[in-house]
């Protein structure tokens, strides 16, 4: 059943007599598609969480003796997603709950939690590709927001902004809106609303939506940027290194193309979704509109799902924890032999190197 009640649900709404869509109010929970955002979201908490637990488990409880910035950023872009995943639950208990209470619960802490770590995400894949690009545009000096104390700061910077966003619609919400009767006419969260929060959610979107433009814009010219530069290099030298070239382009084209699949959908019905729904007088209308937004968000969850991965193929120092413990065995036996001075021109050079490595995705 809930394979097959999407496909039905937007017909099904389509079809409801407008007589009827017009004077029956738009109960939440005879949404026809809830059975499949259960069924999905259930498989994406279950597959993200494990791939984001692996990551966790990489970045924080491993031993890195030297970090870059971009290891700075993707820590924190790996516990933004880790903490985005530990929301889905609530969502998925509110899907599937009838209870007042619970749907109170999932709009006042989980949904702001949800989106909060959604656009901390959003904010630290814009981190890394320009990171990566600077990297290329300099690759001899480093730029002095590439350092680790650098990026350090704009980490808690970018978690203090977002709280604060965050912290204002969750006071307001719980002040104005916990005791308010849900309007009958009005589908999800929106129908906990009071004035002040409706007024609140609409600004907050708002500034969303041109945070993310702004994201976006910056990551479609740091790839052009990266694809220029790249291309002088490559006429540049006598002899191109096509692979390394090639594969420091894939890399950003990757990053860019996950971040446009999963956030551009949302994007495009969120502010839309926000400010003409509330216009919208037919109830099946209504509930078209409120499954292409869940559709959206379902989608943008797949990020979370899709990064890890992306440590893995793109990231060289994530790959090399994976396999620490080997690759320490390995070189303390091979090194036992070797005379003092070369080991430790060895292990200088092995800091060196990794500090190499984890600087590319």
Known sequence: MAATSLTTA????????TTNA???????????????FIFAYCLVCMVSLALNAITMRVYFCSSQRLQSSVTVYLKNLAAADFFLCLCLPLRIANYASKSLTMRRIYCNFGATAFYFNMYASILF????????YLKIVRPVETHALQTARAARYISIVTWVSLSGMA??????????????????????????????????YKIIHSVSAIIFVIVLVSLVLLYWGTVRRLQQSQKAQAKPSNHKLNKSKRNMLVLVVVFCVCFVPYHLVRLPYAFLKPLLKHCATVQAFYIVKELTVLISVLNACLDPLIYFIFCKAFRAQLGIRN??????????DVPGDMRRQSNSDSRVSTLRHQSVI
């Open 22 to 36: 017009t004077s029956s109010p738009c109960v939440r929970t005879e949404v026809p598609a809830h059975p499949f």
């Open 125 to 132: 894949m814009d981190y890394i590709a320009a990171n990566r």
């Open 10 to 17: 937007l017909s099904f709404t389509l079809t409801v007599n």
């Open 327 to 336: 690759r320490k065995t390995t070189s303390s036996w091979k090194l036992s």
């Open 167 to 200: 912290s204002i619609y969750f006071i307001v919400f719980l002040c104005t809106s916990w005791t308010v009767d849900p309007n009958p006419n009005v589908i999800g969260c929106e129908a906990l609303h009071s004035s002040k929060v409706n007024m609140l």
